[in-house]
């Protein structure tokens, strides 16, 4: 923890959480006009306001930098058109030590975050063992560009995350008319897999997929964003729809889960279709998620 002091403000910084004090010394002023970033007061009287907020509130803004982790904010006062006070801005920090073990979970343009009820899905750009996110987001032709989503569960029973559809695209929304590549389709099938080195990774944990993309030759030099559907589903519900295979030179397709049951790949070279009458993932088993990482740029190593 730390504090600082500034003027009329004390600020206290928690381990996840900030509190903060401001005491108004101008007349006249109203202490309910103040916000931290774009949270109002928990409380306030004529001269004072105070703040309880989480770290994930109030549009806090993260930074890494060597071994810090770093939030940042604005407390600023809205003066109204007849007010005799001035608005103003002050900044609030709040530094950490870097855990050793911790990577950004909003890394832009290289991590996202989305949250779908009380489900947190992230995805990003990784450096070459997983470990971090990317240091660059320029990759040769003909390299390797690790991919890993993941889904963050509170009150869910386990669930398994999978990769339902990636498409790779020019611009950060798809529209009718965009040019796209496909690098997942037929729910879940890598058809990149066949025809490069792209391959699934072995899960770490069922809430985590990690993807090996081999670069490929789709607007070079531009920026490219990859839009995926992120599949939360039931560990013990797998079928031909909710699936992650890959292509094995001299096997053929496997199911990253279990080599056992990869008859489900069988339809990768087809249509995938599901057995139920129904398959809905907002029902009870799963739910879905699109996402998007990027922009990043594939260069072309003779240029």
């Known amino acids: 923890m730390n504090a600082s002091q500034e003027q009329d403000m004390k600020v206290d910084c928690g381990p996840d959480f900030v509190t903060l004090m401001w005491r108004e010394s101008r007349p006249q ?28 509130d109030c549009n806090f803004r993260r930074l890494v930098t060597g071994d ?18 001035l608005a103003f801005t002050h900044p609030v920090v709040c530094a950490y030590d870097r855990p050793k073990d911790w990577y950004a979970t909003i890394y ?27 240091e660059s987001t320029r990759f040769p032709l003909g390299s390797i560009i690790p991919i890993m989503a993941s889904v963050v569960q509170e009150t869910h029973q386990p669930l398994l995350l999978l990769l ?15 040019t796209m590549y ?4 037929n729910k879940g099938c890598l058809l990149e897999s066949v025809s490069s080195r792209s391959k699934f990774e072995p899960r770490q944990k069922s809430s985590e997929i990690r993807l090996s993309l081999q670069t490929f ?10 839009h995926c559907k992120l599949l939360a589903w039931d560990p013990n519900g797998l079928d031909s729809t909710k699936k992650a ?15 056992a049951q990869s008859n489900l790949c069988d339809c990768c ?9 129904r398959s809905v993932a907002s029902e009870k088993h799963g739910m879905v998620q699109k996402a998007v990482i990027g922009p990043f740029t594939i260069t072309d190593v003779t240029s």
């Open 29 to 56: 002023a109203d202490t309910s006009l103040l916000r931290l970033g774009n949270c109002f007061p928990t409380s306030f009287s004529a001269g004072e306001a105070y703040f309880y907020v989480d770290l994930t």
């Open 269 to 277: 070279e087809s249509k995938c279709k599901s057995r139920r009458q």
């Open 182 to 185: 496909p690098i997942i389709s």
């Open 245 to 259: 295979c890959h292509f094995v030179k001299g096997h053929g397709w496997e199911l990253l889960d279990n080599l």
């Open 164 to 178: 339902e559809e990636c498409v790779a695209a020019t611009t950060p929304e798809l529209y009718p008319e965009s």
């Open 108 to 134: 832009d343009p290289v991590f996202k975050t989305y949250s779908l009820g009380d489900l947190q899905f992230n995805i990003g750009l990784m450096n070459d063992d997983f470990s971090g996110p990317a």
């Open 68 to 85: 810090a982790l770093v939030y940042s904010n604005d407390l600023t006062y809205v003066a109204s058109a007849d007010s005799y006070n």
């Open 217 to 226: 030759t789709f607007a070079m030099g531009e920026e490219v964003f990859i």
